[in-house]
């Protein structure tokens, strides 16, 4: 574990008790688009920062899914739904910016939801190495995060939010992460598109 994520861990080991309540007004909006991102998936899928597992029933049954996360509390929770999902899961308890249980070039995609956007940026680079090494040369990605808008009005709206977002999940608004996938030697961004305003960014790519 990360000195950096030791903070992080103990804010999910709490949150994890409450997040499916707390997050339902977003929930909402996101489970229009975890089938659009996760249906069409084959093959084997690491996918980092599971959390409560809402990802899961939205994987096709070839899928062989691998999910990590850094609480033990969040991880609990997503074994609860496991028995949702149509595909095989192993759950590890893990840090994505180590991955001391991952083996290298195994997998064909890697996918987070919100994890970025929680993650440190000093933290994301190594998180980034890891989604290359464990990679299948060729193999893909796909993150959702979400940004700052440039929009004014959305922009205020987020400030409402910037205090408690902070200090209930760890999230921030203006994380660098397409900058770090930019300039990671061996992963490429391949596209970019927003899922709603300009701030729940899809990024999209694949190890060269
Ligand atoms: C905002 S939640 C998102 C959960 C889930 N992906 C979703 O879409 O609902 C972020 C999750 O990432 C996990 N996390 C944060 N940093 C991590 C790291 N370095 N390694 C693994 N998991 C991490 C947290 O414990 C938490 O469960």
């Not at 409450?18 to 084959?42: A, H, M, Q, S, T």
């Not at 920062?49 to 996360?69: K, M, P, W």
């Not at 609480?71 to 074994?79: C, D, E, I, N």
């Not at 308890?93 to 996918?111: K, T």
Request: glycine share 6%; proline share 3%; charged share 30%.
């Amino acid at each position: 574990m990360r000195e950096e994520n030791l903070s992080l861990r103990a804010k999910y080991n709490i949150t994890a008790l409450f997040y499916d309540i707390l997050d339902y007004p977003w929930e909402r909006v996101y489970r229009k688009w975890r089938p659009e991102i996760l249906g069409n998936l084959r093959g084997k899928v690491l996918e980092a920062g599971v959390g409560t597992g809402r990802n899961f029933q939205h994987y096709h049954e070839s899928v062989e899914l691998t999910g990590l996360d850094l609480s033990h509390v969040m991880l609990r929770k997503a074994g609860k739904k496991v028995k949702n999902a149509k595909c095989k899961i192993e759950l590890l308890h893990d840090d994505a910016s180590i991955m001391h249980l991952v083996d290298s070039n195994q997998y064909d995609w890697v996918i987070s939801t919100f994890l970025c956007c929680v993650m440190p940026d000093e933290v994301q680079p190594h998180a980034l190495e890891q989604f290359s090494r464990v990679l299948k040369p060729g193999g893909k990605f796909k993150l959702l995060e979400m940004i700052y808008s440039r929009d004014k009005k959305i922009r205020q709206r987020q400030d409402l939010f910037t205090g408690f977002v902070e200090k209930v999940y760890g999230a921030r608004f203006d994380r660098h992460t397409l900058d770090f996938i930019n300039a990671s030697p061996d992963l490429e961004v391949t596209s970019t598109r927003f899922l709603k305003d300009d701030v729940y960014l899809l990024i999209e790519g694949q190890k060269n």
